[in-house]
Structure formats: structure tokens, C-alpha cells
């Protein structure tokens, strides 16, 4: 989601970025369902944190290294362009 760009073609922040506000990628959407997506993916892990709190946990570790994972392939996609140069 991170990865659109805005009105005036500037790029958004990269996706792990922690600054980056996936909702201005669709600033302009009438029915704000990216909004409500985001509000239910916090409520779910409100719920899950208080109610289950070793499979929050565990999802959090994952969510850190798919993050790690992704953030390893964009630098080494970065290196390889900037070599190329």
C-alpha cells in the first residue's frame, strides 16, 4: 500500500518505514474503506494482545522478520542499481 504515489507523483515512504501513512495513498476514496480496514486490523489485534496473549506474540516476531526479510531484498535491490550506475 505503501508503495503508490500521491497527487503530485511523489513517492509515499516505503512500507517499513514506521512514518509512512498507507491512508494518503487513498486520500481521495469516498467510501474510506482502507480507513475501515485499518481500524479492524488494530481492533483484531487489540482483541487477539488481550485475549491471546502468546499468539500475539508469535505474530508480532513474524511480522518483524517478513519486515527484516523485505527490508534485505530492497537493500540488496538498491545495491545492485546503484553498482549498475
Not at 12 to 28: F, M, S, T, V
Not at 44 to 70: A, P, S
Request: charged share 35%; aromatic share 12%.
Amino acid at each position: 500500500m505503501w508503495n503508490f504515489f500521491g497527487e503530485e507523483d511523489e513517492g509515499l515512504d516505503h512500507l517499513i518505514d514506521p512514518l509512512a501513512d498507507p491512508e494518503q495513498c487513498y486520500k481521495y476514496e469516498e467510501e474510506n474503506r482502507i480507513t475501515k480496514l485499518l481500524q479492524a486490523s488494530i481492533d483484531l489485534g487489540i482483541n487477539l494482545k488481550t485475549h491471546d496473549g502468546d499468539r500475539w506474540k508469535q505474530l508480532v516476531e513474524y511480522t518483524i522478520e517478513i519486515f527484516k526479510d523485505e527490508q534485505e531484498r530492497y537493500m540488496n535491490e538498491t545495491a545492485i542499481w546503484n553498482n549498475a550506475e
